[in-house]
């Protein structure tokens, strides 16, 4: 896209932004009625959509300027090219964060303006002042990285670097200051002996922000960003390499299909703990939200999230399984007995140590660290070795116990209050649906895949790749990671919003609209998956106008001037 | 093809092991079925891993390949998240009903007190007016007919019964997400109440209610440091709905039940 639509887009974004927040002073405004999905899926979809594209924007440069700074520091081009490339369809999707936002700010005024007015009046400098600045500061740092990029080459590449870093730092911080009114309608201030209303009259925005969820929604959403941002990457190799015929550019976009495929399964690895990080605040805040997630309305949203970590986890596995099919010499690769041992014994001594040393006992540590280190601290004394091929099979089927643990339920039942015996588990089995199994399950998945990455790494230490000979199915395993991850993303966003009840702000500011009940899974399924492929066909086209545009065609010779009238 | 057969005959006895293995420990069928269904998963896992490798495509073949990828992950996500057990909305809406009135009524309310101010400053500037026309001889001004205040009596609600609301209020509140009473509910983060009437008074319970810090309970003393007890519903609920509740849960004295005692710290 040209830089005019792009400013256009922009500009549409902000004009919709200010307009909103002009438009909220308005008293009285009566609320609109979105025929067919109702007021508050008509917010659902144009908040995700928004948030989708710019977990994007936020995410990508992270790992774009890590590229950009490895390709500087090894001199491999290929890593400039990947930071570039990512770069060109960050710009396009910011234009679309800056629309759906203004969008969002208007369909959330139209619809629940008094909600709306009394949000923007508490946190009036965060969205008149600050994140406008941040927003404009952000914009035009990003399309000067973007236009400084074949002109700051050389001598002047740490600074363009630098320019990258300092777009990263606008970035996180405009996260954060959104993050302060997004965490306090989850976990608004509140005090001991005191109601939230009194208590809020005299809290300062300060307070307002840093309320209970406001740092672990900050790191979670962090990470999640670059996870995102990862796959997305591996998304637009798999696109990339799919529509091309040339082994050169083959072999580039399997390597890129591979690295963004690293960056976001590294992230991924922290996803679980940074989700219960946000989840136990949550229920360290007010303890009736854990059960109403975990027991009761929500539960089977935890088991959808459940079966698509599970995924996600086989799949990525699967990509590092076929990576190694295509390293010549991969066969040679041995590792100690003690590694799949630790796996398989992981989930069951875990769930033991976790039931009796509670997280954050530090004494979990002191069992549990010995073990998982014990391949690289004994692995050496033990001279019995197993192939890389037995190990990997060995981490797939712990793939599948860790996700059958994460899976199994107290009972089959929507809620608490349907459960009966026949779909109980037996009270001997219980353990299996508290949350030490479910740490135990999370961790296994996390483990596995660290291993099967270190067997990775002494494979192309030992052998050779063969970039550009990878089974053509990993192209459909990025596709495949990218959605399921946005998919993912979308459906636990839809739970952090329904935990606010039957309010706008938890306990705060009721939701008297006939639309404030929980939804089902299979309704929140629908408009999931509609706001994914909406997201997606935008992607897919910001990938199609940008990089094919910038690849052309093989230059065709001019013809001789053939002179008029030749036959 | 002989390696993928093996491996579906282990897969499917896996399966029917773990079938068996979990009907001797009695497992409902649900579940049963649910671990039959990992070792089908674990099997099409290790067939996929050994599968012969796809051909490679380019153009309009690759183009189609991915969107009819993409409509499979579509229908399979919808279609997985509508196997699992739906929740009613239906079974809420008429609790967020009841939950949510006595706060809307306030809302309501909030709106006619503020009309009722304004009527009585009208009224306020009218009886000055007439005063002054009283003053300037006038003796012609209407009498002034005072608009009142809201008009209607004083609502007294019938007493109603006690003991229904107290439950409604149990449901309401969704006090057995924590608490076990009458062996439904509670997963161990509350205290037992079978027996809360012999060790507690109506009035202890309705202050453990609004104020959880007020009372430890034996047992629960980590949960008591870590402030478990929503403190939350003093602003939630009614004092009528409280004292209902506490009158309610003050009937239960069934001593088989061995439900702790609580020590007042406040």
Redesign the interface.
Known sequence: MKPWPRSLLTLIGFLALFGGAAYAQVPGAPPVEFPYTGNRTAVWIVAQLHILFAAFILGAPIFVVISEWLGYRKQDPRYDRLAKEVTKVTVILYSMTALTGGLFIFVLLATYPQFTTWLINHFFMVFAVIYPLLFIGETFVLYTYFYTWDDWKGNKKARHIALGVLLNLIGTITLFVIDGPTSFMNTPV?G??I???EFLETATLWDKIYNYTWMPLNVHRLVGNVTFGGFIAGMIAA?MY????KDEERSYYDWMGFVGNLIGVGALLFLPFMGYLLSYELC?Y???I???MM???LS?FF??QG?MIGLIF?ASN?YI?MSMKRIQGVEKVRMTILAPIVMVTLPVVMTKVMTDYPVPDPMSLAFLLPMLLSPVIFGRFIPITVSARTII?VG??M???G??IW??P?G??????KLV??????S??NFLALMPAKNSAAFTLVFVTVVNYVIYNRAISQGTIVWGRI???SQ?VL??LA??AI?TMGLMGAVRSLLRK?FHTY?LM?D?T?E???????Y???W??GIT?VF?SVVSFAIFVTLRASHPKDHVPEGSPVPAGAK | MGKAIFKIIIGLLVGAGLWVGTMALEFPPVFRWMFFAYAILGTVVFLVLDAPSMKPMNGAKAFGAVLVFYVILCVVYIAGASLWPQYDPEDEKGKIEKLLKAKREASEQGKADELIARVKALDEQAKALAERIKALGGDLAPPVQGTGGPGAPASTAAAGDMLKIGEDQWQLQECYNCHKLKGEGGKKRGPELDNIGSLMSMDDIKQKILDPKSWMTEGFEKEFEKGKMPDKYKDLMEDKDVVALAVWLSTFKNTSVNTPKSIKKK
């Open positions: 509140k001991e002996g109601s939230p209303a696109y799919m529509s091309t015929t360290d007010d303890a009736s854990c059960p109403y027991a009761d309305q089977m088991e959808m079966a086989l699967y399984w099979k797939f089927l793939i599948v116990v996700d059958a899976m199994t107290h089959f039942v929507p809620t608490g209050a015996a026949e779909l109980e588990l037996p001997d089995w089974d053509f199915v459909f596709i495949f959605f399921s998919w039957y306990n009721p008297f006939a404030s009940f929980t939804p089902t899974l299979s929140s399924a629908w999931i998956t492929v997606f």
